[in-house]
């Protein structure tokens, strides 16, 4: 039997990296109003469903978080609290209840997953069939189910899987970059490149990369398939917005088809260490991740009243984000939910707005129950 292309693009992502440590960690935090809060009971109940057929993950570790309000953790302390979290989920991942003295009708489901095995797109679906399992108390995840209708043959996954870098991490609590945020309305996808084509050239990057996810099926909340499209500098100045994207596409199915003609795992070792080559050596890049409307996936399909999708938010690991972090590099990502555009950004730390990152430690607001 054929290797299918899902289970290939699952491979060669956790081919790209040779090993996993504390810069490779993808934190991510969704926002729910809610009735009620959910307590780590619940949280553990409905995450044994996750675990039921995943060959990629057999556990997680729990934790609760309580903060004055959502002000107390913002984005910009997501990292220090992954630094200071990471010893004791190096194994595994970070699954953490969020709640806010100042709403009780607030929660949120806070996560630290190891990139190679777990990109955003699929990380924001983990938070969203979670919530969805414990309203319901029945299984949002379906991952054993998921895998076979996408004919991924998940008792050979363990073949791939990047080792682990056990050691202590040292983690730095720094990120290399600071966040900005800037509220807006959905934007189709050509205005929308057509605004980041006038950031890669206020910016004076060399190269447009797309990260882009090659396997949306929300069917599985498991699992890396983002892609790293690039499109060249003179190609983006002479582009419109849809023609930027018809470019990226055409990238897209390239990679897609170079990917079809890979079936050792030889080839698959081969062709990740590539990719992060190329990756490291484009110059100059400005990234792009937009995770469009998502609002079909907020929650509000069944029991809304019992959580209801407000907010996302995420950055990439240090990994990642140590590449946009030069001068005429940087990093714009976008997700709208319902009526409302989250949009964030990279600012270089040299700058006079850089230096706005907040510790988790640090705050005398925020306590760990």
């Known amino acids: 039997m054929p290797i299918t292309i899902a289970d290939k693009v699952l491979r060669l992502s956790m081919t790209t990296f040779p090993f996993i440590d504390a810069s490779q960690f993808f934190p991510a935090l969704s926002t729910y109003k809610v009735d009620r809060v959910f307590d780590l009971t619940e ?18 570790h729990l934790v609760e978080l309580t903060f004055d309000s959502p002000e107390d953790f913002p984005l910009s302390s997501f990292q220090a609290l992954l630094a200071e979290k ?18 009780p009708h607030l929660q949120g489901i806070f ?17 969203q069939a979670l919530m969805k399992t414990m309203k319901t108390r029945q299984d949002g995840f379906r991952i054993a189910q998921s895998l076979e209708e996408l004919g991924i043959r998940s008792d050979e996954l ?25 509220p807006g309305a959905p934007a189709k996808i050509g205005p929308f490149l057509d605004r980041m084509r006038g950031d890669l050239h206020e910016r004076g990057s060399e190269n447009m990369l797309i990260l882009k996810n090659s396997l949306y099926s929300p069917k599985l909340p498991l699992g890396n398939s983002l892609q790293f499209l690039t499109v060249p500098g003179d190609v983006v100045a002479r ?11 055409a990238e897209e199915q390239r990679h ?32 792009v991740n937009n995770y469009g409307n998502v609002s079909a996936h907020d929650g509000s399909e069944i029991q ?7 907010r996302y938010e995420w ?9 946009t972090a030069g001068e005429r590099s940087g990093l714009s990502w976008t997700i709208s939910i319902r009526d409302k555009a989250f949009n964030f950004a990279t600012v270089a730390r040299t700058s006079p707005q850089g230096d706005i990152a907040m510790a988790v430690g640090s705050n005398p607001a925020a306590s760990v129950a």
């Open 158 to 182: 363990a073949d791939f899987l990047p080792p682990v870098e056990t050691a202590p991490s040292g983690a730095n609590k720094e990120l290399p970059v600071s966040f900005a945020e800037s």
């Open 43 to 60: 949280f553990e109940d409905a995450m044994k469903h996750f675990f039921r057929g995943n060959p990629v993950f057999s556990k997680c």
């Open 86 to 103: 990471y010893e004791s989920y190096y194994d595994s991942f970070m699954v953490a209840s969020v709640t806010y003295r100042s709403d």
């Open 304 to 310: 809304p009243e019992r959580g209801l999708l407000m």
């Open 256 to 287: 897609m088809e170079q990917l079809s003609r890979i079936e050792s795992r030889e080839e698959f070792i081969e062709a990740g260490r590539a990719r992060i080559g190329n990756l490291i050596a484009t110059p100059n890049v400005f990234c």
């Open 111 to 127: 996560t630290c997953v190891p990139f190679p095995l777990q990109d955003g797109f699929k990380c924001f679906h983990l938070h």
């Open 315 to 323: 950055h990439m690991p240090t990994i990642v984000l140590g590449i």
């Open 239 to 249: 582009s419109t917005g849809i023609q930027i994207r018809d470019h990226y596409r």
